[in-house]
């Protein structure tokens, strides 16, 4: 069983930039490497959205949305994986949750996702 833990959400303006990371533990940590990991999102009212994902260290996907503006990578030795946001807008707004995979290709549908943390509050006023 691994455990995701996620961190550095907040409150900020327009315009403004937040690094959220996800550190995992328990379960076979060690291969984190392993793991294809993800950041979703689920703002008020709505669904929880797909937001990046990584396969390995170069196999990036971004959705349309925050392409450009956000940035998914991650630390293997560290066990964490990070989400750059800059250029953030009240759009954004949402809680931003972790989760990581066993499938080998790119996957960005909440079921392909066996693991998740429990989500960190992102909040961007205008």
């Known amino acids: 069983q691994v455990q995701l833990v996620e961190s550095g959400g907040g409150s900020v303006q327009a315009g403004g930039s937040l690094r959220l990371s996800c550190t995992a533990s328990g379960g076979r940590v060690s291969s984190l490497s392993s793991y294809g990991m993800a950041w979703f999102r689920r703002a008020p009212g709505k669904e929880r959205e797909f937001v990046a994902t990584?396969?390995?260290?170069?196999?990036?996907y971004v959705a349309d949305s925050v392409k450009g503006r956000f940035a998914i990578s991650r630390d293997n030795a560290k066990n964490t994986v990070y989400l750059e946001m800059n250029n953030l807008k009240p759009e954004d707004t949402a809680v931003y949750y972790c989760?990581?995979?066993?499938?080998?290709?790119?996957?960005?549908?909440?079921?392909?996702?066996?693991?998740w943390g429990q989500g960190t509050q992102v909040t961007v006023s205008s």
């Open positions: 990584i396969r390995g260290s170069d196999r990036i």
């Open positions: 989760a990581a995979t066993y499938v080998l290709r790119v996957a960005t549908r909440v079921s392909d996702y066996i693991y």
